[in-house]
């Protein structure tokens, strides 16, 4: 980057560096491909954050906040209730994630939209704002935001960090900040604020608190840009400095990964939508599976034992033997497996205690194993079905769907948001909202999807 | 700690321990001496909430969160404005460290009324509390706070962290807990909503975000309490886990500082109350100077040189040479010693930017050297000054003012905190504002504390 000197360490200025960009870049250099990307983010965001609205995370969130809340200018998304901005940036942010069904930065496990979205959608109410211009803004938080991921990954993941809140902060942050159009200097202070909020450990997966991370995230990110912008100074380095963020939460710093091709490769444009309701360690599988049952029709009665070979992440964070929740059916491939062949389903209908403790499920379950293999790519599988006569069925996933090579369709991203969002404020509602949502870059007020979204909910409270 | 099993690594279960012990120490478990410190240490830090309540930081604080707050219920003490609890908790948490003028635990640098005491009297103002239940919460969290550092320092400090913010987040959610009375596994839950919210870096020392972070452990702090009373759950691990709070953020835990002699053996007795308002390495230098000047008299004005030697960590922290403003004064010995010889001061009168530029100050400065010595103690100092005629003075300060071995007396105390609050609410309403806080104890009530201070501020502002 012309004009930004590096430290006498040799270090490159990257808070200076990605402050001056976020508040530079002009829409019309994003090419067409990358917001055509941005917008599918958007839409797949919309369909989680309605479809979390009624969870009983979100329930216990609303409860807790609900007295303390300032004006109630932000909806929260598929529910009748309002919050300020800070409050309603948080319980997004938990919705949005609280199936397991967002988005994914394959190359971090970002998941990019629950800090980002969930900040900016609620300052767009108070500060109205284009979907054109909310789409730019939401894309620059999300480069941000991955760029610093590719930064650090994955030894600040390997370390704890749960990187979707660690580095979700500056994504806000940065989203919040440009469209509220701080200076560069506040720039660089709303970074430097947001690194010292910066937080979250894996230690809380399977918890509520794992969805508390974008929610915080994103909070906290939209505090940093208002406190920013009324003149609250932080070290203007954040980021890279020697006892910054990057070199205290991390034993690795790739500057190279912030700097080199910022503005002309796309780090906002590789985000994935998942297609099942759980972490993407076990998409392979439920893909697998999924395209047995459909191979295989009836057969799937008659199936004595099911051999896995996977990559070993897939043992580590989902090896749950005996799940008795939905919640902990997320964390065992044994399940999802069962599931996908018995039901053919991994939306958030698969993951329910209900189905979990499905007596059929779990007789299947019980005959899965699973070995690992480093070999193994993370987003492959090999599955040998072994029936009750004895024959075999050796099915091998080289691609799941939902990775890179395997994208989803607008069509299975408008199935994804109708399944989820249905369950919540019904079908024609849903229906309703999906076509504005992907309206966005049309509309002159994107608070408007908010918003129809909460009408929504009220029109079903009093249908109910 | 009997009840509790290790886990099967051999790791004490720390969170599960401190949380039981936080929820069932009795008032009356709690040595009259270290309650007797509790009190001095809430004196002290009423008086440092109330002395930065007109800084500029807390100015644009106070811009930035005013129009977002909810239920105005809690104190900004020392001013007319009313916040939620968070807000207050944030703005009071900073104000409270501004000044660089508060109390600090020696052997971690944590500063621990800021965070907790922050937290708990911004709860009172909506959930009454006896002056002694207060203190009993608060004794409880700072103890808490304080293991909790002992367990990762230095190699956490060392790493970047502002520990005063990371670890202050646990004890603000130990005194809350304990004040709203959670349940033991909702405690676990919220020392777990708590890691997820533990940030704070060393990088921002300097500027406003270092005050921001015992601010913002507060706020964060008091919502992990909030939100696992309301079911929101989390690890019941989470500092000690493979992937929590203390592997993640240190190479170093050392369990047997949480658990070894908990509810026998006080952090919290252990506190200090800054005798000068600025870092606490700088302290021996200004003490030793003040001395001299009291030796010398008039005769300060015939210094040719000083020649300090003193511990490595005062050039690392505060070797500033040419300090600008007042905040840069508080970085920098040359300029502390300076002051301390000229005008014998060392409070926040000290640290302005009028005084760091007066030119007989600055001129003394630039004659003063500094040589680092790793033998000797961080609380001595070695001062030799040379006078023009050639001759030379010689002062060794073997343990400074302040330090654990020269505490501050309770007159020390009530002088730190008249100076400091007279400036924002004048000395009539400073002298209620100090008697009340010493009759804490009796107080059926302690917002009482909080709400004089906006009173005198009220009154102040019209009589302005």
Same mark, same amino acid.
């Given at each position: 980057?012309?004009?930004?000197?590096?430290?006498?360490?040799?270090?490159?200025?990257?808070?200076?560096?990605?402050?001056d960009w976020v508040i530079t870049?002009?829409?019309?250099?994003?090419?067409?491909?990358?917001?055509?990307?941005?917008?599918?983010?958007?839409?797949?965001?919309?369909?989680?954050?309605?479809?979390?609205?009624?969870?009983?995370?979100?329930?216990?969130?609303?409860?807790?906040?609900?007295?303390?809340?300032?004006?109630?200018?932000?909806?929260?998304l598929g529910r009748p209730e309002k919050l300020d901005i800070f409050h309603a940036?948080?319980?997004?942010?938990?919705?949005?994630?609280?199936?397991?069904?967002?988005?994914?930065?394959?190359?971090?496990?970002?998941?990019?939209?629950?800090?980002?979205v969930s900040a900016l959608l609620a300052l767009a109410e108070i500060r109205p704002m284009s979907g054109e211009d909310f789409l730019t803004a939401m894309i620059l938080g999300i480069e941000v935001e991955c760029r610093i991921g590719n930064c650090v990954y994955p030894h600040h993941y390997d370390r704890g960090w749960h990187i979707t809140g660690?580095?979700?902060?500056?994504?806000?942050?940065?989203?919040?900040?440009?469209?509220i159009n701080l200076s560069p200097q506040q720039m660089r202070w709303a970074f430097g604020i947001a690194a010292s909020q910066s937080s979250g450990f894996r230690e809380m997966f399977g918890t509520m608190t794992k969805s508390f991370h974008p929610g915080s995230a994103a909070k906290n990110g939209l505090l940093a840009a208002i406190m920013a912008e009324a003149g609250f100074d932080s070290s203007e380095r954040a980021i890279e400095a020697p006892r910054g963020w990057a070199k205290t939460t991390s034993d690795k710093q790739d500057w190279s990964e912030i700097v080199d091709g910022l503005g002309t490769s796309w780090e906002a444009a590789l985000n994935s939508y998942k297609p099942?309701?759980?972490?993407?360690?076990i998409h392979p599988t439920i893909d697998g599976c999924i395209q047995i049952r459909a191979e295989?029709? +009836?057969? @799937?009665?008659?199936?004595?034992?099911?051999?896995? $070979? #996977?990559? &070993?992440?897939?043992? *580590?964070?989902?090896?749950?033997?005996?799940?008795?929740?939905?919640?902990?059916g997320k964390f065992s491939v044994f399940h999802s497996a069962a599931c996908a062949l018995l039901r053919g389903d991994?939306?958030?209908?698969?993951?329910?205690?209900?189905?979990?403790?499905?007596? +059929?499920? @779990?007789?299947?379950?019980d005959t899965i194993t699973? $070995? #690992?293999? &480093?070999?193994?790519? *993370?987003?492959?599988?090999?599955?040998?079905?072994?029936?009750?006569?004895?024959?075999?069925?050796?099915?091998?996933?080289?691609?799941?769907?939902?990775?890179?090579?395997?994208?989803?369709?607008?069509?299975?991203?408008n199935g994804k948001f109708t399944v989820q969002s249905a369950m919540v404020i019904g079908q024609e509602a849903t229906q309703k909202l999906l076509d504005i949502a992907w309206k966005t870059p049309l509309l002159s007020d994107v608070g408007d999807v908010a918003r129809m979204s909460a009408h929504a909910a009220k029109d079903q409270a009093v249908a109910e």
């Open positions: 980057m012309s004009g930004h000197q590096p430290t006498p360490e040799g270090t490159p200025k990257v808070t200076e560096i990605l402050a870049t002009q829409t019309e250099d994003i090419p067409a491909t990358v917001r055509a990307e941005g917008l599918r983010t958007f839409v797949n965001w919309v369909g989680c954050a309605v479809g979390g609205a009624r969870h009983e995370t979100t329930d216990a969130a609303l409860r807790a906040v609900m007295p303390f809340s300032g004006p109630r200018s932000a909806t929260v940036a948080l319980v997004n942010g938990i919705t949005s994630h609280v199936l397991d069904y967002d988005d994914t930065h394959l190359k971090t496990i970002i998941h990019p939209a629950g800090p980002v660690t580095a979700g902060v500056f994504g806000a942050a940065a989203a919040v900040g440009r469209a099942f309701a759980c972490g993407i360690v295989i029709g +009836d057969k @799937v009665n008659e199936i004595a034992s099911v051999a896995l $070979t #996977t990559h &070993p992440l897939v043992l *580590e964070l989902t090896g749950k033997r005996d799940p008795k929740t939905g919640l902990e991994g939306a958030p209908t698969a993951f329910t205690d209900e189905i979990v403790n499905s007596p +059929d499920i @779990v007789a299947l379950r699973a $070995t #690992t293999d &480093p070999t193994c790519h *993370e987003a492959s599988v090999d599955i040998v079905i072994t029936f009750k006569d004895g024959s075999t069925l050796h099915k091998h996933v080289e691609r799941a769907i939902g990775s890179s090579d395997v994208p989803l369709s607008d069509d299975q991203i």
